[in-house]
């Protein structure tokens, strides 16, 4: 059983950058690959990034490349999201997932455990 606890999230402008964190319990983290996703109001939950267990692989849905970062902290079981140059359209509450392999798909229905999410407002 894994808990994740997202944070970091909150209102920025455009332009501007914020950092998200997912906490994550347990011993076993580093055997999880970890993603981030996004719902925005009346959207469906979308892929954002992920990340392999060990850190080495990592991939993006197009719309956030260059922008956002995803890493990872085995030895404080923490995952997060770098995330530069936001945009209005970057609003949505954001979810970390964390998926019992190695490396992650970009579908949601690979991750066995989510977050509560934490919301993120790009004010234009």
């Known amino acids: 059983q894994v808990q994740l606890v997202e944070s970091g999230g909150g209102l920025v402008q455009a332009g501007g950058s914020l950092r998200l964190s997912c906490a994550a319990s347990?011993?076993?983290?580093?055997?999880?690959?970890m993603g981030w996703f996004r719902q925005a109001p009346g959207k469906e939950r979308e892929f954002v990034a992920a990340?392999?267990?060990?850190?080495?692989?990592?991939y993006y849905t197009d719309s956030v490349k260059g922008r956002f970062t995803i890493s990872r902290d085995n030895a404080k079981n923490t995952v997060y999201l770098q995330m530069n140059s936001l945009k209005p359209e970057d609003t949505a509450a954001y979810y970390c997932?964390?998926?019992?392999?190695?490396?992650?798909?970009?579908?949601?229905?690979?991750?066995?455990?989510w977050g509560q999410g934490t919301q993120v407002t790009v004010s234009s």
């Open positions: 347990g011993r076993t983290f580093s055997r999880y690959g």
């Open positions: 990340i392999s267990w060990s850190g080495g692989t990592t």
């Open positions: 997932a964390a998926a019992s392999r190695p490396i992650p798909t970009s579908t949601s229905s690979g991750y066995n455990y």
